[in-house]
């Protein structure tokens, strides 16, 4: 298979930004905080309850498992219904989900169960929103502008998460975890409205365009594209887990740290969309995507060695598996075909969430029995040889080209 990209002229020749690119944005953000607040939220709260990385690791299974099972349904589903329906519906759900916890606190009750039923019904709700929003990229962005806006996209839906951990970190030290969870129905409502507004977006009409943004190549293959994907998704959702263990645990420090670390984190997920029209210009989307992926999971090897190292290097990490993240899924929206869009990131994220479930679980009993930073080894180990080994079969299938 060969991949390709448009000829750099056509960079400027590109279409205006149209409505449905201002509001998806905002509220793939908004989506995001929301989730991530919550998660880190409640993994704080079980963390000091049960303090073990298990506590952590279960609450992580509520949220990764049963909608990996659902994630392929829930695509299928936004290949056959409206799109825009199906995310202000999840929304609009997922902020009535979101007041059950703080609710059931402020009355007194236990919140360890209901932590993890609550996580778990939110997460089956992203696992909806998350291929209904792809598929209205493949839907509604024009094919010429669909590189320029996964980086944007992918920008605000890692930035929604890390800076939930950053915001969650410190509030949690000054406030407490229950004003959060009430923040968090609020985000859910904010993206709700931008889902609601973007019912007047304007639809691509021309029929060349239509058909362009519905084919992809025959010989995609979109089977191993997808799996490089879900292994970002693995090295991001179990490092998110896991440095809390690292800050609380190895490093002695509380929430307002754990702020600071996901905050240069944020950092970097912004340089990495900032600079990755450039950096795959010169150096091709797949080779961006992989070196990017390779080079965050060997740092999974500094990250536990000391604090400074960690305050320094995290910036790096997450500016490397940002650029991946963007490059494949520009990948994935070049190739796959519009009618398939939904099904498409539905099986990735399930296998994202099924992955990083087993991940967890492994570094979580590993990081018990030893040290956490044994988990971290295991992590950059196991992601960064098979991110090697399905870069050679890609090459293997073709020259991988811009």
Known sequence: MTITARPRAAATALPPVGRAERLLLPATFATSLGNGIQLVAAAVLVFTTGESALAVGWLFIAVSVPPALLSLWFGTVADRFDRRTLCLAADLASAAAALVLPAWM????????V??????????????????????????VHPSRVARFSAHYEMVLQLGMLLAASIGGFLIHFVGTTPLFVFNGATFLASAAA???????????????????????????LVRLGLLYAL?????????????????????????????VDALAGLGFCVAAALYTRV????????????????CALLSFVLPLHLAALLVCIPFAAFLVGLS??????LLLAAVPGHRAGRLFGAVNA??????????????????????RYGF?????????????????????GRARE
């Not at 090295?235 to 740290?257: H, K, P």
């Not at 993240?325 to 520009?330: A, E, L, N």
């Not at 080894?377 to 079969?393: E, M, P, R």
């Open 325 to 330: 993240r963007v490059g494949m899924r520009s």
């Open 232 to 260: 970002c998704q693995v090295m991001t959702m179990v490092s998110n887990t896991t440095l809390i263990v690292l800050v609380y645990e190895g490093f002695g420090r509380g929430a307002g740290v754990y702020g600071l």
């Open 106 to 113: 402020i009355a007194g009750g236990e919140p360890g169960p």
């Open 377 to 397: 080894y295991l992590l950059g180990a196991v992601c960064a040889l098979v991110t090697a080994a399905v870069a050679v079969s890609l090459r293997g299938s």
């Open 280 to 295: 795959s210009g010169r150096h091709g989307q797949l080779r961006t995507a992989v070196a990017g992926g390779i080079g």
């Open 351 to 372: 296998a994202g969430l099924g992955l990083s479930a087993v991940m967890t679980v492994a570094v979580a009993f590993l990081a018990d029995a030893t040290h956490v």
């Open 195 to 221: 889902m609601w507004a973007l019912r007047r977006a304007p639809r691509v009409e021309s029929a060349t365009v239509e058909s362009a943004a519905d084919a992809g190549p025959a010989d995609a293959p």
């Open 115 to 140: 932590a993890y039923a609550t996580a778990f019904a939110l997460a089956l709700l992203a696992a909806m929103f998350m291929p209904a929003s792809n598929a209205l990229i493949k839907e509604r």
